[in-house]
C-alpha cells in the first residue's frame, strides 16, 4: 500500500529550530508536499520538493532524498503562532495527479 | 484572493439520510478533490476529479459519489449517510499540473446520528 509514517506530536521552546520528519512508501511518487493546519482551520500549503535537495521559505525549510524516501521540514526561530498540525503529503502521478498525506505531527511550542 | 467555500460548517443527519456536501472555487481550477479528516488518521483522498463531468476514485470512495457539472462546483453526496460517516469533511482545488499544492475549503463538520 501507499503510506507515509511521521511523529505524531513534537514540542519545542520559543526561538528553537525543530525537525519534522516524514518517510514514506509510495509508487508513482512526483514529489512531497508541506502542509500546515492551525486548530479549526484549514490546511495551508507551506512547500513542494520535487528534486532532492533543501528548500528554504523564510523560517521555513523542506528537505528530501528520493534514494532514501525521506523527507523533513525545517521550522527556525519558532514561534507561537507555529504551533500547530503539520502534514506531509506524497504526490502521485496517476489520472491527474493526487496526494496521500501522512498522519499528521502536531507541534507545541512553548514560551 | 483564491478561494473555496463549503456549503455548511456544521452538519447534523439522520442515519440513512442523503446527504448533500457542496463546494466551490473561484480560482478557475481544473482539480478538485474532497477528502475526509479524523484524528490520528490524516486526510484521506474520498474522490478527485480533473474536469468536469470526470471523476477518479480516491482511496476511500466505499458510501460515497461525487458531482462535477460545472467547473467550479464539485458535489460530495452520502446516498444513505451511516454513523461511521461522521467526520470533517474538507474540499480542495488546484491548478492541473500542480496538485501538490492545492486550496483548502473551511470544511464540514458531519455528524450522522
Known amino acids: 500500500g501507499q503510506s507515509l509514517e511521521q511523529p505524531s506530536e513534537v514540542t519545542a521552546v520559543e526561538g528553537a529550530i525543530v525537525q519534522i520528519n516524514c518517510t514514506y512508501q509510495t509508487s508513482g511518487f512526483y514529489g512531497l508536499s508541506w502542509y500546515q493546519q492551525h486548530d479549526g482551520g484549514a490546511p495551508t500549503f507551506l512547500s513542494y520538493?520535487?528534486?532532492?535537495g533543501l528548500e528554504e521559505t523564510g523560517r521555513f525549510s523542506s528537505f528530501l532524498s528520493r534514494s532514501d524516501s525521506y523527507g523533513y521540514l525545517l521550522l527556525q526561530e519558532l514561534q507561537m503562532k507555529d504551533s500547530a498540525s503539520y502534514f506531509c503529503?506524497?504526490?502521485?502521478?496517476?489520472?491527474?495527479?493526487?496526494?496521500?498525506f501522512g498522519q499528521g505531527t502536531e507541534l507545541s511550542v512553548k514560551p | 484572493d483564491v478561494k473555496v467555500t463549503q456549503s455548511s460548517r456544521y452538519l447534523v443527519k439522520r442515519t440513512g439520510e442523503k446527504v448533500f456536501l457542496e463546494c466551490v472555487q473561484d480560482m478557475d481550477h481544473e482539480n478538485m478533490f474532497w477528502y475526509r479528516q479524523d484524528p490520528g488518521l490524516g486526510l484521506r483522498l474520498i474522490y478527485f476529479s480533473y474536469d468536469v463531468k470526470m471523476k477518479e476514485k480516491g482511496d476511500i470512495p466505499e458510501g460515497y459519489s461525487v458531482s462535477r457539472e460545472k467547473k467550479e462546483r464539485f458535489s460530495l453526496i452520502l446516498e444513505s449517510a451511516s454513523t461511521n460517516q461522521t467526520s470533517m469533511y474538507l474540499c480542495?482545488?488546484?491548478?492541473?499540473?500542480?496538485?501538490?499544492?492545492?486550496?483548502f475549503g473551511p470544511g464540514t463538520r458531519l455528524t450522522v446520528t
Open positions: 520538493n520535487a528534486l532532492d
Open positions: 480542495a482545488s488546484s491548478d492541473r499540473g500542480t496538485s501538490y499544492e492545492q486550496y
Open positions: 503529503a506524497a504526490m502521485i502521478y496517476n489520472q491527474g495527479g493526487k496526494l496521500i
